[in-house]
Structures are given as structure tokens and as C-alpha cells.
T-cell receptor, first 113, second 110 residues
Framework: KAGVTQTPRYLIKTRGQQVTLSCSPI?????VSWYQQTPGQGLQFLFE???????NKGNFPGRFSGRQFSNSRSEMNVSTLELGDSALYLC????????????FGEGSWLTVV | EDQVTQSPEALRLQEGESSSLNCSYT??????LFWYRQDPGKGPEFLFT???AGEEKEKERLKATLTKKESFLHITAPKPEDSATYLC???????????FGTGTRLTVIP
């Protein structure tokens, strides 16, 4: 059974640019969440989607946005990149919002220069 | 506000030397407490979810327990391959997102 798949795995962007990251959840999972991981702040919740609707949002600026498609795949976008956006972005999927078991992908490493 | 504190920050054990990792939490209504293992450069690997005080779960050399204020991850006779960062997270009632601690970095020396 395939796990959570995130693309791309590594990318380098320039300050001011925008980036789109993609996540394919485990087959049958309909809830997708995104997290940012940095050495200083640890793992922080960005947002959660279920049935194409954002259910919950963390404390991040409006430059961070996301969406979910009808096939449960999700994308997150960061506009006007800042150096501090350099991080590992992790996608997690669960069967539904009851979230009894939440599985993470390997993440997308974003470096902003 | 939710708070999760993990201790110690780092732990070095000899192979076979059992120990425990601590996760203290404050949350307004606990739906679940999660334990993950994370290897360098990889995403967190799911280990356990605990739901109520007194609950215990085991997997190989790992056993997780839960009280009303904290959770312990007991590692029995660890091996070098158990070296990783262990993350604890709480899930609030009515929410699906996780609030993470900063982790315990475990090193098991052969």
C-alpha cells in the first residue's frame, strides 16, 4: 500500500518567488494536513483539508495557502517567499477528520536563498 | 493554550540499557496523544495513538503509556537502529491537527 507521496522532494527558490508543493494521500484517505518543520520551531500545523474544504488553519500569514482536489490530492502554495520560509514541509493524511491514525509523507525540503 | 514538553532533549544509551522518554502535556480536552519516530531527513513515522489515562500500547521494544498529565515511551533493551528523534503530539477534542513537542533525540551506542 503506497504511503503519503510528496513532490518535489527538494527545491531551491529565490526570495520573492512563489512555490507550490504537492501531496497525494494514502489511497482512501480523505483528510490531508500540512505542517512546517524548522530546527527552531519544530513541527507546526499549517492547515487541514477534508472533502475539498479547509477545516482548520494554523497561525501562519496569508502568504501560505492550500487547496484539496476531488481526488483528495492537495497542494500548498507559499507566495512572496522569505528566507524564514526555508523548512521541511510535511503532508499528513488520515482516513477522515476523526484522525485516529495520521501518517506523514517524507516531506518537501524548501530552501529560500 | 496547548503545551507539550518532552524530556530529556537528548538521551544517549548503551545498547541494551532500557530507559523512558517523557511527554508532559496541557490541552483543553484530549482526543488523542500520538508518538512518532523521525529519522534524519525523513518524515515522522507513526508509532502509537493513546486515548485515555491508563492505556498502554506496545510495539517491539517500545511501550507507550498515558496518564492525565503525561505520557511515557519506554524503550526496553534498545538497539542502535532505535536511534532517532521521538516526537510526542496531542490532538484536541474536536480537532484533527496535532500539536507537537520538540522531541527527544535518542542515540543508542553499540
Amino acid at each position: 500500500k503506497a504511503g503519503v507521496t510528496q513532490t518535489p522532494r527538494y527545491l531551491i527558490k529565490t526570495r520573492g518567488q512563489q512555490v507550490t508543493l504537492s501531496c497525494s494521500p494514502i489511497s482512501g484517505h480523505r483528510s490531508v494536513s500540512w505542517y512546517q518543520q524548522t530546527p527552531g520551531q519544530g513541527l507546526q500545523f499549517l492547515f487541514e483539508y477534508f472533502s475539498e474544504t479547509q477545516r482548520n488553519k494554523g497561525n501562519f500569514p496569508g502568504r501560505f495557502s492550500g487547496r484539496q482536489f476531488s481526488n483528495s490530492r492537495s497542494e500548498m502554495n507559499v507566495s512572496t517567499l522569505e528566507l524564514g520560509d526555508s523548512a521541511l514541509y510535511l503532508c499528513a493524511s488520515s482516513l477522515d477528520p476523526s484522525g485516529n491514525t495520521i501518517y506523514f509523507g517524507e516531506g518537501s525540503w524548501l530552501t529560500v536563498v | 493554550e496547548d503545551q507539550v514538553t518532552q524530556s530529556p532533549e537528548a538521551l544517549r544509551l548503551q545498547e541494551g540499557e532500557s530507559s523512558s522518554l517523557n511527554c508532559s502535556y496541557t490541552v483543553s480536552g484530549l482526543r488523542g496523544l500520538f508518538w512518532y519516530r523521525q529519522d534524519p531527513g525523513k518524515g515522522p513515522e507513526f508509532l502509537f495513538t493513546l486515548y485515555s489515562a491508563g492505556e498502554e500500547k506496545e510495539k517491539e521494544r517500545l511501550k507507550a503509556t498515558l496518564t492525565k498529565k503525561e505520557s511515557f515511551l519506554h524503550i526496553t533493551a534498545p538497539k542502535p537502529e532505535d536511534s532517532a528523534t521521538y516526537l510526542c503530539a496531542v490532538q484536541q477534542t474536536g480537532a484533527n491537527n496535532l500539536f507537537f513537542g520538540t522531541g527527544t533525540r535518542l542515540t543508542v551506542i553499540p
